[in-house]
């Protein structure tokens, strides 16, 4: 299996929502009770309307860029070229020992991200896409490494405004060990193996 060096070229990145507010799962909230102890009473909420779009790119190293979307944009062609070229700048500055040229990135097959217009600054960048598996189109880190406990992280919280929860999100992320990334990308491997021996069905972390 791949290890150590052979990994620093890979650089993936993915969108997600994070909320104002969101509660805690049945999970989360679940607490102990003798048979004669008094129960809390539940009260039902709702998640707020706020929310914001973000976008994290990460390699073995940690975090390398964060990106939030302004309020009413959309993840379309022109707003992924220029978070590219965004990546590029950050990569060059935190990443100053790597080759930016030789990045390998992983994204998913979002039609922003396999679009012929989007492939051409990739190609002038020098990066390659890192294909994903032939019988799966959703095996990027972020979703099954990094935004699960990002979310649980959030959750139960309730932030006052946009600045509070981008500051929280960033904050969570700068907080993990270089450890867990680099764990996240080593499942890579791993995962794709099952995925192939399963062609295509659901694989368990």
């Known amino acids: 299996m791949l290890r150590g060096r052979s990994f620093c070229p890979i650089v993936t990145g993915d969108e997600t929502w994070a909320h104002h507010y969101e509660p805690e799962t049945k999970r989360q909230s679940v607490e ?4 004669q102890s008094l129960r809390k009473k ?3 909420t709702t998640p707020s309307a706020g929310k914001l779009m973000i976008t994290v790119f990460w390699d073995i190293d940690g975090v390398i860029l ?8 959309t993840i379309n062609l ?3 070229i220029k978070t590219l070229q965004k990546l590029k700048q950050r990569y060059q500055r ?6 930016p040229g030789g990045m390998l990135i992983q994204h998913n097959n979002a039609c922003p991200h396999t679009s012929l217009r989007t492939q051409e600054p ?4 020098g990066w390659t896409v890192l294909p994903l598996p032939p019988y799966s189109t959703d095996l990027v880190p972020s979703d099954f490494h990094l935004f699960g406990p990002l979310k649980d992280a959030l959750c139960g919280t309730m932030f006052e ?5 981008i500051c929280a999100a960033r904050t969570w992320l700068r907080e ?3 450890r867990w990334y680099r764990e996240g990308m080593y499942a890579l491997v791993s995962r794709w193996h099952k995925a192939v021996g399963v062609h295509g069905d659901y694989v368990e972390k």
């Open 94 to 99: 935190v990443r100053p020992n790597r080759n």
């Open 66 to 73: 964060v990106e939030v979307m302004a309020r009413g944009g």
């Open 176 to 178: 993990q060990e270089t």
């Open 42 to 44: 539940k009260f039902k």
């Open 32 to 35: 102990w009770h003798h048979l």
């Open 122 to 125: 990739i190609t002038k960048f």
């Open 161 to 165: 405004d946009d600045k509070s929860v």
């Open 78 to 80: 022109d707003a992924y």
